[in-house]
């Protein structure tokens, strides 16, 4: 569905836009496990800012289905105290929102300086609830993807594209 060369273009525009918003801030970007370990890499390596922070959470909401649960579990929470930082959530892909309004609303309550959100892959005829996306990277069709960091049961992450799933 996207080749290697796409991806990439996608992140370099992605990572010009937030160097040019959060130039002389101070930026921690926190990536969902696991899904957005790759893009998260390839993304701070693109991004022209000197003050970065990077932490993690890890927040499942699949399980080993392909039905979403519609109730996001957190199973690692970052080690980073937010509060009064310019935060940058980034995920994978963002298809239901629930995961992504959980996320928000858990971060919110920590009173960052500010809250964004980052997505590569955007599944809006899947939104069951509205969610802002403040970088996205693109927006695809309703089916089942894995590679380049997305799986299907832990399986599929290691390819250097995104590929739709029979």
């Known amino acids: 569905m996207i080749p290697p060369e796409e991806i990439r273009e996608h992140v370099k ?3 010009q836009r937030i160097s040019k918003d959060y130039k002389d801030k101070n930026l921690l970007l926190v990536g969902i ?4 370990f790759i893009f998260m890499a390839d993304l701070v390596r693109e991004l022209d800012l000197d003050d970065i922070e990077i932490d993690f959470m890890k927040v499942t909401s699949y399980g080993e289905g392909t ?3 519609r109730e996001p579990k957190i199973e690692a929470d970052m080690s980073i105290n937010p509060q009064g930082r310019h935060v940058l959530i980034v ?6 929102g629930y995961s992504f ?3 928000l609303e858990i971060l919110k309550a920590r009173h960052p300086a500010s809250l964004k959100t980052c997505t590569l892959l955007s599944k809006s005829e899947r939104r069951e609830v509205e969610v802002p996306i403040d970088y996205l990277g693109m927006s695809i069709e309703n089916r089942w993807v894995e590679g380049y960091g997305l799986d299907t049961n832990e399986r599929g992450r290691q390819y250097p594209f995104v590929g739709a799933r029979k």
């Open 101 to 103: 309004k959980s996320l």
């Open 67 to 69: 039905e979403s649960s």
């Open 33 to 36: 496990l696991k899904g957005s």
């Open 91 to 96: 995920e994978d892909i963002v298809d239901t």
């Open 13 to 15: 525009k992605l990572a």
